[in-house]
C-alpha cells in the first residue's frame, strides 16, 4: 500500500512539473512571441493548466470513478479561486476588485464551485444528457467574459495596444520560435499521457484492492493538480509588476476563470462521455 501511494505522489509531482517547467512556460512564451494580449495569454494559461485535470478526470473516468471526478472538479475550482485571491492579496493588486470585469470574472467563477456541489448535495447523476448543457453553458461564460472586459476594460486594452506597438522587435512573431514551441508543446503532451496513464492504473489500486474512498481521491487530485494554478498567479502579476498592476491581474482572472469553466464544463463532459460510451 505504501509503495502505491509513493507512485501515486510521484506521478502527480511529475505531472505539476511538466506542467510548470515545461508546458505552462513555453505556452507563455508562444503567446508573448505572437503578440497575444494579457486576457488571451490567461485563457491559453488557463488551458494549459487544466491539462492535468484533464487527465486525472478522464482516468478516473476509464476506471469507472465518477465521484471521483466530480470532488475533483469542486476541489480544484475552490483551491483555484483561494490560491487566486492568495496571490492577488500577496501582490498588493486588492484596489483591481473595483473593476467591474474582474468583478463579474470572480461572480462567473463562484458559480463554477456552486454547481459541482448542488451536483453533490442533491446526488444528480453525471449522465450524457448533461454533456450539450454543460456546452452551452461554457460558451455562454465565454460570452460574458469577451463582453465585460469590452465594456470595463477599455482603457487598459489601449494600453496594451500601445504597449505592443512600442516593444515590436525582431524577436517578435519569430517563426522558428514559433514552430520550436510548438514541438515542446507536443513532446509534453506525450509525456503527460504516459504519466497519466501510469497515474490511472495507480489509482484503480487504490480505490478497488486498498478500498479507498473515491471521495479521499478525489480531494487528492484537485489539490493536487491545482499546483500550476498557483505558479501561473504568482507569476502573471510579477511579470507586469512594473507596469499598470491590472494587467497582471486581468491575465490570473482569466487564467482562473478559464481553468475553472474547463474544468467543469469541458473536461468533466470528456468524463461523462468516457465513462458512458467507453467502460
Known sequence: ??????????????????????????????????????????????????????????????NGLMEASIINVLSSNIINLIQYLISVILNKNKKVFQNKAILVDIFLVVFTIIIPILFIKFNIQLNIALVPLFIILYLFFNYLNRNVH???????????????????????????????????????????FLIGNALGNTLQILCNKFNISETIIGILLGFSTSIPELITFFESQKHYKNET??????????????????????????GIIVFNFII
Do not use: C
Not at 500601445?162 to 525582431?170: A, F, L, P, S, V
Open 245 to 270: 498592476n491590472i494587467l497582471g491581474v486581468i491575465e490570473a482572472t482569466n487564467n482562473l476563470l478559464t481553468s475553472n469553466i474547463l474544468n467543469l464544463f469541458i473536461i468533466q463532459s470528456i
Open 1 to 62: 500500500m505504501i509503495n502505491e501511494f509513493v507512485n501515486f505522489i510521484v506521478y502527480l509531482i511529475i505531472i505539476v512539473l511538466i506542467s510548470k517547467y515545461i508546458l505552462v512556460t513555453t505556452l507563455r512564451k508562444l503567446a508573448e512571441n505572437l503578440d497575444l494580449k494579457p486576457i488571451t495569454v490567461g485563457n491559453i494559461a488557463g488551458g494549459a493548466t487544466s491539462i492535468p485535470e484533464l487527465l486525472t478526470i478522464t482516468i478516473s473516468s476509464l
Open 150 to 192: 469590452k465594456l470595463y476594460l477599455e482603457k487598459e486594452d489601449k494600453e496594451i495596444n500601445k504597449k505592443i506597438e512600442e516593444e515590436g522587435n525582431t524577436e517578435r512573431g519569430n517563426t522558428k520560435k514559433t514552430v520550436g514551441y510548438i514541438l515542446i508543446l507536443i513532446v509534453s503532451g506525450i509525456l503527460l
